[in-house]
């Protein structure tokens, strides 16, 4: 089982690696009232980790959230 997690994530960081190098032309991206030139690679990776930090938040909220509905005894 271990083997098969290192070959994964073997796969992940090659396919990664493809993709950051074959993305590495310069983009014009508008935010709000700045224009900001990068790299294709690096807006991809802002995009995700943006993505990722906004769905760990929600799930934290809704299971915090179902925590203290729980905690509350019933009849009340």
């Known amino acids: 089982m271990q083997r098969a997690k290192i070959v994964a994530a073997a796969i992940v960081a090659l396919l990664t690696l493809i993709v950051v190098l074959q993305n590495t032309q310069a983009v014009e991206t508008k935010l709000l ?3 900001v030139t990068m790299p294709r690679a690096l807006l991809l990776v ?31």
């Open 46 to 76: 802002v995009t995700l980790l943006a993505g990722f930090i906004i769905g760990i938040l929600t799930v934290s909220h809704y299971a915090r959230k179902t925590r203290k509905q729980d905690a509350v005894p019933p009849g009340r």
């Open 33 to 35: 009232f700045v224009t």
